[in-house]
């Protein structure tokens, strides 16, 4: 009899778990799926009536990213530039162009890091490109073998131009990007057209561009929201669960077993390359902390969350401004003459007037404090402001076979997918 009792109670004891876990399962389901609801991409105006359709990123050659220095020099893909060593070199800096296809900057520097035997740490550059692309960028590193360097030798990626030097390359130490971008299929490909579009088309809206939320995942601004409300179990729910369309079918698989808190089977079938996704779930199977899993996160990517989220509602803000034109209004905050757009933050200053008014009322709605942006252990997000329009330089054209290439010139910070987007209209 007494055996009985116990069995009923452990049975009793699983049934309340089980219901309790499906409760949880469903509920945070529905958190989810209303996020999703409330913040789609926000990429959704246009200041001209330019269209000719087309597909971009077919292939990475299509996309030529050539960085140019802070000292207008453009490093050309494919060509090598004399910098000058420093006379009194300390041996602890040097600089190099890197050359890559197919490559995420942080991925490639990871695999440099590698085979040099050094942390990623001892690597610096300016700013991320394009996986999808050709790419070209100054990196920065110390305290590595030179030789090392010079002797490295990894699939599309190329090292040249070593400079001995006594200083870091910091994010944002670039004066900007070139791009050479083939538009494929156009609907409508006409030399008349891009005659117009050349003459024409000067201002863009300076939207972060979509690479900034995500491209097969773009979630990345709502679990920035979620890391803000410190609601640290849906944050990571949604960046290592919540499979998706364009997910593969193996880590759809994985994606599903941490939606179904089978933790450590979700972390035998996500494929190796999720790094960040695996590194997070053995954490949480550790500490059973949430937020201990997201700090186990290197800090540039902790912080790209947040930055997202700052980043969907400038979009959100450049929204509401276009139904009042961009020229300079009163009370605005103007950043080389244009007006400017906050990303929130703990130290950000508000512009007054109408757009004032915009974007106390985005600030209002998104329920947001100076408090929310200081994330103990996390990180602390000051904010700034940014240019709702910014300027192309140099655009030109040229047609080849059923495409045409443009090739024009963005400070940094600007997309150029913010300017094709006014020709391709998705």
Sequence with gaps: ???????????????????????????????????????????????????????????????????????????????????????????????????????TT???????????????????????????????????????????????KIKNIVLRDFQKTNKKIKLGHLWGNRFTIRVREPEVLDKSLLKKIKKEYKIFLNYYGIQRFGEKRPITHIVGKLILERDWENAFYLYCGTPLPNDDEKSKLARKLVDEEDFKEAYRKYPRVFIYERKMIKIYLKTNSYKEAFLALPPYLRCMFVNAYQSYLFNEIVNRRYEYGFNKLEGDILIDNFPSAPLFGYKVRFASGIQGEIEREVY??????????????????????????????????????????????????????????????R
Excluded at 120 to 136: E, L, M, Q, S, Y
Excluded at 404 to 422: H, M, N, W
């Design 364 to 425: 209002e709605e998104e329920n947001l404090s100076k408090e929310k942006f200081k994330i103990d252990k996390f990180g602390y997000f000051q904010g700034d402001r940014r240019e709702m329009i910014q300027k192309i330089y140099n655009l030109d054209y040229s047609i080849d076979s059923n495409s045409y290439i443009l090739r024009f010139s963005l400070k940094k910070g600007c997309y150029a997918t913010s300017v094709l987007r006014e020709l391709l209209r």
């Design 1 to 103: 009899m007494k055996f009985h009792i116990i069995k009923r109670k452990e049975e009793t004891i699983k049934n309340l778990k089980e219901k309790s876990k499906r409760f949880r399962l469903k509920f945070r389901d529905k958190v989810i799926k209303e996020y999703f609801k409330k913040m789609p991409l926000n990429l959704n105006r246009y200041l001209t009536n330019f269209y000719t359709g087309g597909i971009i990123k077919k292939y990475p050659e299509d996309f030529i990213v050539e960085e140019i220095t802070p000292e207008g020099i453009i490093l050309e893909v494919g060509k090598s530039i004399k910098f000058k060593d420093v006379d009194n070199w300390k041996g602890n800096f040097i600089h190099f162009t890197l050359e890559k296809k197919n490559w």
């Design 106 to 152: 942080l991925d490639a520097i990871v695999e440099i890091a590698k085979r040099v035997g050094v942390s990623r740490k001892h690597f610096g550059f300016a700013g991320n490109k394009d996986k999808v692309a050709i790419t070209t960028q100054r990196v920065g590193c110390f305290n590595v073998n030179l030789n090392k360097l010079k002797n490295v």
